[in-house]
Protein backbone atom coordinates (compact mmCIF):
# COMPACT_ATOMS: atom_id res chain seq x y z
CA UNK A 1 0.00 0.00 0.00
CA UNK A 2 1.32 3.32 -1.22
CA UNK A 3 2.23 5.64 2.10
CA UNK A 4 -0.18 8.42 1.17
CA UNK A 5 -2.58 5.97 0.72
CA UNK A 6 -2.52 4.90 4.02
CA UNK A 7 -2.08 8.01 5.92
CA UNK A 8 -5.53 8.93 4.06
CA UNK A 9 -7.14 6.06 5.40
CA UNK A 10 -5.81 7.44 8.93
CA UNK A 11 -7.95 10.21 8.38
CA UNK A 12 -4.30 12.61 7.99
CA UNK A 13 -6.11 16.07 6.68
CA UNK A 14 -2.80 16.90 5.16
CA UNK A 15 -2.58 13.87 3.06
CA UNK A 16 -6.25 14.05 1.78
CA UNK A 17 -5.06 17.89 0.99
CA UNK A 18 -2.33 16.56 -0.47
CA UNK A 19 -4.48 14.09 -2.83
CA UNK A 20 -6.89 16.15 -3.97
CA UNK A 21 -4.27 18.27 -5.52
CA UNK A 22 -2.77 15.66 -7.65
CA UNK A 23 -6.31 14.60 -9.08
CA UNK A 24 -7.17 18.10 -9.29
CA UNK A 25 -3.95 18.63 -11.54
CA UNK A 26 -4.60 15.18 -13.29
CA UNK A 27 -1.07 14.07 -12.08
CA UNK A 28 -0.44 10.60 -13.26
CA UNK A 29 0.31 9.31 -9.62
CA UNK A 30 -3.12 10.08 -8.30
CA UNK A 31 -4.99 6.81 -9.72
CA UNK A 32 -2.66 4.34 -8.58
CA UNK A 33 -3.67 5.92 -5.04
CA UNK A 34 -7.15 6.18 -5.79
CA UNK A 35 -7.15 2.53 -6.74
CA UNK A 36 -5.35 1.91 -3.46
CA UNK A 37 -8.39 3.66 -1.44
CA UNK A 38 -11.46 2.35 -3.77
CA UNK A 39 -12.17 -0.69 -0.97
CA UNK A 40 -12.29 1.49 1.44
CA UNK A 41 -15.09 3.71 0.13
CA UNK A 42 -18.78 3.35 0.35
CA UNK A 43 -19.23 4.28 4.27
CA UNK A 44 -20.20 7.93 4.09
CA UNK A 45 -23.62 9.73 3.27
CA UNK A 46 -23.16 11.41 0.89
CA UNK A 47 -25.50 15.14 0.98
CA UNK A 48 -25.65 17.49 -1.69
CA UNK A 49 -27.34 20.83 -0.78
CA UNK A 50 -28.30 22.53 -3.80
CA UNK A 51 -30.50 25.92 -4.37
CA UNK A 52 -30.48 29.73 -5.01
CA UNK A 53 -27.63 31.69 -4.51
CA UNK A 54 -27.53 33.37 -1.23
CA UNK A 55 -30.53 30.66 0.38
CA UNK A 56 -28.12 29.71 3.26
CA UNK A 57 -26.48 26.88 1.90
CA UNK A 58 -23.37 27.58 3.49
CA UNK A 59 -24.47 28.58 6.55
CA UNK A 60 -26.88 25.24 6.73
CA UNK A 61 -23.96 23.12 6.01
CA UNK A 62 -22.22 24.79 8.94
CA UNK A 63 -24.91 24.23 11.35
CA UNK A 64 -25.39 20.46 10.30
CA UNK A 65 -21.72 20.15 10.86
CA UNK A 66 -21.64 21.42 14.01
CA UNK A 67 -24.91 18.54 14.72
CA UNK A 68 -23.28 15.78 13.77
CA UNK A 69 -19.83 16.65 15.30
CA UNK A 70 -22.09 16.50 18.43
CA UNK A 71 -23.23 13.18 17.64
CA UNK A 72 -19.24 12.08 17.16
CA UNK A 73 -19.28 12.21 13.25
CA UNK A 74 -16.47 13.36 11.53
CA UNK A 75 -17.67 15.01 8.40
CA UNK A 76 -16.10 16.31 5.03
CA UNK A 77 -17.73 19.55 3.32
CA UNK A 78 -17.03 20.34 -0.62
CA UNK A 79 -18.01 23.60 -1.96
CA UNK A 80 -18.31 23.53 -5.67
CA UNK A 81 -18.00 26.74 -7.76
CA UNK A 82 -18.65 28.87 -4.15
CA UNK A 83 -19.32 32.15 -4.97
CA UNK A 84 -18.79 32.30 -1.31
CA UNK A 85 -15.72 30.34 -0.23
CA UNK A 86 -16.27 29.04 3.57
CA UNK A 87 -13.27 31.13 4.46
CA UNK A 88 -14.97 34.37 3.32
CA UNK A 89 -17.64 36.44 1.50
CA UNK A 90 -20.78 36.39 2.73
CA UNK A 91 -19.38 34.01 5.92
CA UNK A 92 -17.38 36.14 7.03
CA UNK A 93 -19.25 37.71 9.81
CA UNK A 94 -19.27 34.33 11.03
CA UNK A 95 -15.86 33.95 10.93
CA UNK A 96 -15.79 33.39 14.42
CA UNK A 97 -18.19 30.79 14.50
CA UNK A 98 -16.54 29.05 11.57
CA UNK A 99 -13.19 29.18 13.16
CA UNK A 100 -14.02 25.93 15.50
CA UNK A 101 -14.45 23.34 12.29
CA UNK A 102 -12.24 24.83 10.80
CA UNK A 103 -9.65 23.98 13.78
CA UNK A 104 -11.60 20.12 14.30
CA UNK A 105 -9.34 17.72 13.06
CA UNK A 106 -12.88 15.74 12.21
CA UNK A 107 -13.83 18.03 9.86
CA UNK A 108 -12.48 18.64 5.90
CA UNK A 109 -13.32 21.91 4.12
CA UNK A 110 -12.26 22.23 0.41
CA UNK A 111 -13.94 24.79 -1.97
CA UNK A 112 -13.69 23.77 -5.88
CA UNK A 113 -13.42 26.18 -8.70
CA UNK A 114 -13.76 23.12 -11.04
CA UNK A 115 -17.15 22.19 -13.57
CA UNK A 116 -16.48 19.21 -16.05
CA UNK A 117 -15.46 20.50 -19.53
CA UNK A 118 -18.65 19.64 -21.26
CA UNK A 119 -21.23 20.11 -18.32
CA UNK A 120 -21.49 18.10 -14.93
CA UNK A 121 -19.33 18.06 -12.10
CA UNK A 122 -15.59 17.50 -13.17
CA UNK A 123 -14.47 14.00 -12.05
CA UNK A 124 -12.10 15.54 -9.65
CA UNK A 125 -15.33 16.14 -7.65
CA UNK A 126 -15.87 12.01 -7.59
CA UNK A 127 -12.19 11.75 -6.55
CA UNK A 128 -12.73 14.14 -3.78
CA UNK A 129 -15.93 12.05 -2.05
CA UNK A 130 -14.13 9.00 -2.79
CA UNK A 131 -11.35 10.50 -0.49
CA UNK A 132 -13.01 11.67 1.80
CA UNK A 133 -14.96 8.53 2.17
CA UNK A 134 -11.84 6.61 2.35
CA UNK A 135 -10.26 8.95 4.91
CA UNK A 136 -13.02 8.13 7.88
CA UNK A 137 -15.99 10.69 7.22
CA UNK A 138 -18.96 9.61 8.11
CA UNK A 139 -20.88 12.57 6.27
CA UNK A 140 -19.84 14.36 2.89
CA UNK A 141 -21.92 17.11 1.90
CA UNK A 142 -21.41 18.76 -1.38
CA UNK A 143 -22.91 22.33 -2.12
CA UNK A 144 -23.72 23.58 -5.24
CA UNK A 145 -24.89 27.24 -6.27
CA UNK A 146 -27.17 28.33 -8.67
CA UNK A 147 -29.55 26.25 -10.66
CA UNK A 148 -28.23 24.65 -13.71
CA UNK A 149 -26.54 21.02 -14.99
CA UNK A 150 -24.43 20.53 -11.60
CA UNK A 151 -27.71 20.90 -9.48
CA UNK A 152 -29.23 18.22 -11.25
CA UNK A 153 -25.44 16.15 -11.37
CA UNK A 154 -25.58 16.52 -7.62
CA UNK A 155 -28.13 13.75 -7.55
CA UNK A 156 -25.55 11.86 -8.84
CA UNK A 157 -23.13 11.85 -6.74
CA UNK A 158 -25.30 12.42 -3.49
CA UNK A 159 -27.08 9.47 -1.41
CA UNK A 160 -29.31 12.37 -0.22
CA UNK A 161 -30.13 15.88 -1.84
CA UNK A 162 -31.76 18.76 -0.18
CA UNK A 163 -33.31 21.35 -2.14
CA UNK A 164 -33.22 25.06 0.24
CA UNK A 165 -35.52 27.99 -1.00
CA UNK A 166 -36.09 30.70 1.08
CA UNK A 167 -38.96 33.24 1.18
CA UNK A 168 -40.06 35.86 -0.76
CA UNK A 169 -38.29 34.51 -3.85
CA UNK A 170 -40.93 33.64 -6.42
CA UNK A 171 -37.84 32.86 -8.62
CA UNK A 172 -36.97 29.60 -6.65
CA UNK A 173 -40.60 28.29 -6.82
CA UNK A 174 -40.47 28.51 -10.56
CA UNK A 175 -37.55 27.29 -10.79
CA UNK A 176 -38.05 24.10 -8.90
CA UNK A 177 -41.40 23.96 -11.11
CA UNK A 178 -39.11 24.42 -14.00
CA UNK A 179 -36.78 21.22 -13.49
CA UNK A 180 -35.03 20.27 -9.94
CA UNK A 181 -38.48 19.60 -8.46
CA UNK A 182 -37.81 15.91 -8.92
CA UNK A 183 -34.19 16.17 -7.36
CA UNK A 184 -34.95 16.92 -3.74
CA UNK A 185 -35.12 14.18 -1.52
CA UNK A 186 -35.78 16.98 1.12
CA UNK A 187 -37.01 20.58 1.05
CA UNK A 188 -35.60 23.11 2.93
CA UNK A 189 -37.12 26.48 4.06
CA UNK A 190 -34.32 28.35 5.16
CA UNK A 191 -34.70 31.78 6.20
CA UNK A 192 -37.99 31.28 8.30
CA UNK A 193 -37.47 34.60 10.44
CA UNK A 194 -38.10 36.46 6.95
CA UNK A 195 -41.72 37.35 5.90
CA UNK A 196 -43.69 35.38 3.52
CA UNK A 197 -42.57 31.97 5.25
CA UNK A 198 -46.30 30.71 5.42
CA UNK A 199 -46.80 30.94 1.41
CA UNK A 200 -43.02 29.42 0.88
CA UNK A 201 -44.13 26.73 2.83
CA UNK A 202 -47.75 26.23 1.37
CA UNK A 203 -46.08 26.27 -2.18
CA UNK A 204 -43.50 23.59 -1.88
CA UNK A 205 -46.09 22.00 -0.02
CA UNK A 206 -48.45 21.88 -3.21
CA UNK A 207 -45.44 20.83 -5.15
CA UNK A 208 -44.88 17.98 -3.47
CA UNK A 209 -48.36 16.89 -3.12
CA UNK A 210 -48.35 17.01 -7.06
CA UNK A 211 -45.17 15.06 -7.68
CA UNK A 212 -45.28 12.77 -4.92
CA UNK A 213 -49.17 11.45 -5.34
CA UNK A 214 -48.87 7.75 -5.83
CA UNK A 215 -45.36 7.57 -4.18
CA UNK A 216 -44.38 5.44 -1.31
CA UNK A 217 -42.54 8.65 0.08
CA UNK A 218 -43.89 12.15 0.51
CA UNK A 219 -40.88 14.73 0.19
CA UNK A 220 -40.24 16.05 3.66
CA UNK A 221 -40.58 20.11 3.93
CA UNK A 222 -38.64 21.74 6.55
CA UNK A 223 -38.04 24.95 7.91
CA UNK A 224 -35.20 26.10 9.09
CA UNK A 225 -33.40 29.76 10.57
CA UNK A 226 -29.65 28.56 9.76
CA UNK A 227 -28.40 32.09 11.01
CA UNK A 228 -30.06 30.91 14.70
CA UNK A 229 -29.68 27.15 14.49
CA UNK A 230 -33.48 26.44 14.45
CA UNK A 231 -34.57 23.71 12.89
CA UNK A 232 -30.92 21.96 12.07
CA UNK A 233 -31.36 18.99 14.77
CA UNK A 234 -34.79 18.16 12.41
CA UNK A 235 -33.07 18.31 9.50
CA UNK A 236 -30.51 15.73 10.58
CA UNK A 237 -33.23 13.65 11.44
CA UNK A 238 -34.84 13.80 8.41
CA UNK A 239 -31.65 12.98 6.48
CA UNK A 240 -31.26 9.58 8.92
CA UNK A 241 -34.67 8.65 8.38
CA UNK A 242 -34.17 9.48 4.15
CA UNK A 243 -31.02 7.01 4.28
CA UNK A 244 -32.87 4.50 6.24
CA UNK A 245 -36.09 4.68 3.88
CA UNK A 246 -33.11 3.82 0.80
CA UNK A 247 -31.94 0.98 2.44
CA UNK A 248 -35.17 -0.19 3.41
CA UNK A 249 -36.49 -0.16 -0.22
CA UNK A 250 -33.38 -1.15 -1.50
CA UNK A 251 -33.13 2.17 -3.38
CA UNK A 252 -29.76 2.80 -1.98
CA UNK A 253 -28.16 0.48 -4.29
CA UNK A 254 -29.70 2.13 -7.23
CA UNK A 255 -28.20 5.52 -5.84
CA UNK A 256 -24.40 4.15 -5.70
CA UNK A 257 -24.75 2.52 -8.87
CA UNK A 258 -25.49 5.91 -10.29
CA UNK A 259 -22.75 7.86 -8.97
CA UNK A 260 -20.65 5.11 -10.22
CA UNK A 261 -21.88 5.15 -13.59
CA UNK A 262 -21.71 9.09 -13.59
CA UNK A 263 -17.94 9.11 -12.45
CA UNK A 264 -16.96 6.18 -14.59
CA UNK A 265 -18.39 7.96 -17.66
CA UNK A 266 -16.78 11.63 -16.39
CA UNK A 267 -13.23 9.56 -16.54
CA UNK A 268 -13.69 8.00 -19.66
CA UNK A 269 -14.47 11.45 -21.25
CA UNK A 270 -11.36 12.94 -19.70
CA UNK A 271 -9.64 10.30 -21.01
CA UNK A 272 -10.76 10.90 -24.58
CA UNK A 273 -10.74 14.68 -24.35
CA UNK A 274 -7.16 14.48 -23.49
CA UNK A 275 -6.54 12.46 -26.13
CA UNK A 276 -7.83 14.84 -28.53
CA UNK A 277 -6.73 18.36 -26.79
CA UNK A 278 -3.38 17.39 -25.74
CA UNK A 279 -1.79 15.96 -28.70
CA UNK A 280 -0.28 18.58 -30.77
CA UNK A 281 -0.74 17.08 -33.51
CA UNK A 282 -4.30 16.58 -33.46
CA UNK A 283 -4.34 20.34 -32.57
CA UNK A 284 -3.61 21.39 -36.09
CA UNK A 285 -5.94 18.57 -37.59
CA UNK A 286 -8.56 20.18 -35.58
CA UNK A 287 -7.41 24.12 -36.41
CA UNK A 288 -7.25 22.67 -40.17
CA UNK A 289 -10.90 21.11 -40.28
CA UNK A 290 -12.10 24.26 -38.36
CA UNK A 291 -11.26 25.92 -41.14
CA UNK A 292 -11.96 23.68 -43.90
CA UNK A 293 -15.75 23.73 -41.83
CA UNK A 294 -16.15 27.20 -42.03
CA UNK A 295 -15.57 27.38 -46.06
CA UNK A 296 -17.98 24.51 -46.13
CA UNK A 297 -15.37 22.43 -47.67
CA UNK A 298 -16.02 19.73 -44.93
CA UNK A 299 -19.49 19.26 -43.07
CA UNK A 300 -18.74 18.45 -39.59
CA UNK A 301 -19.70 14.57 -39.19
CA UNK A 302 -17.22 14.31 -41.98
CA UNK A 303 -14.36 16.73 -39.48
CA UNK A 304 -15.70 14.41 -36.36
CA UNK A 305 -15.03 11.15 -38.61
CA UNK A 306 -11.40 11.81 -39.31
CA UNK A 307 -10.70 13.15 -36.04
CA UNK A 308 -11.85 9.76 -34.40
CA UNK A 309 -9.93 8.19 -37.25
CA UNK A 310 -6.72 9.36 -35.37
CA UNK A 311 -7.51 8.79 -31.96
CA UNK A 312 -8.73 5.15 -32.93
CA UNK A 313 -6.51 4.14 -35.55
N1 LIG B 1 -32.21 36.08 7.90
C1 LIG B 1 -31.53 34.96 7.69
N2 LIG B 1 -30.34 35.01 7.08
C2 LIG B 1 -29.66 33.86 6.88
C3 LIG B 1 -30.16 32.61 7.30
N3 LIG B 1 -29.30 31.65 6.94
C4 LIG B 1 -28.28 32.29 6.33
N4 LIG B 1 -28.49 33.62 6.28
C5 LIG B 1 -27.62 34.65 5.73
O1 LIG B 1 -27.72 34.63 4.31
C6 LIG B 1 -26.48 35.01 3.73
C7 LIG B 1 -26.03 33.95 2.74
O2 LIG B 1 -25.73 32.78 3.44
P1 LIG B 1 -24.83 31.63 2.83
O3 LIG B 1 -24.85 30.53 3.83
O4 LIG B 1 -23.53 32.16 2.38
O5 LIG B 1 -25.72 31.25 1.58
P2 LIG B 1 -25.31 30.28 0.36
O6 LIG B 1 -26.59 29.70 -0.14
O7 LIG B 1 -24.24 29.36 0.77
O8 LIG B 1 -24.75 31.35 -0.66
P3 LIG B 1 -23.95 31.05 -2.01
O9 LIG B 1 -22.95 29.98 -1.70
O10 LIG B 1 -23.35 32.36 -2.35
O11 LIG B 1 -24.99 30.61 -3.00
C8 LIG B 1 -25.50 35.20 4.89
O12 LIG B 1 -25.43 36.55 5.19
C9 LIG B 1 -26.16 34.43 6.01
O13 LIG B 1 -25.80 34.91 7.30
C10 LIG B 1 -31.43 32.59 7.97
O14 LIG B 1 -31.96 31.54 8.36
N5 LIG B 1 -32.06 33.80 8.14
MG1 LIG C 1 -22.34 28.97 -0.09
Redesign the pocket.
Known amino acids: MNDLALKILNGDPRSIARLITLTENNDPQAPKIMKNIHPHTGKAHVIGIT?V????????ICELTREYRKQGKKVGIIAID???PFSG???L??RVRMTDLAMDNGVFIRSMGTRGMLGGLASAVYDVVEILDASGKDIVMV?T?GVGQAEVDVIKIADTTLV?VVPGLGDSIQTLKAGIMEIADIYVV?????PGVEQTVAEVQSLVDISCSGKDRKTPVLI?????NKGTKELVDEINKHILFLKKTKQFEDKRRLRYEAELVEIIRKRLMNLIFDEKKLEDTIERLLDQISRKEVDPYAAAEEVLGKILK
Open positions: GMGSGKSTLPTSGALGDEVVNKADRTVAKE
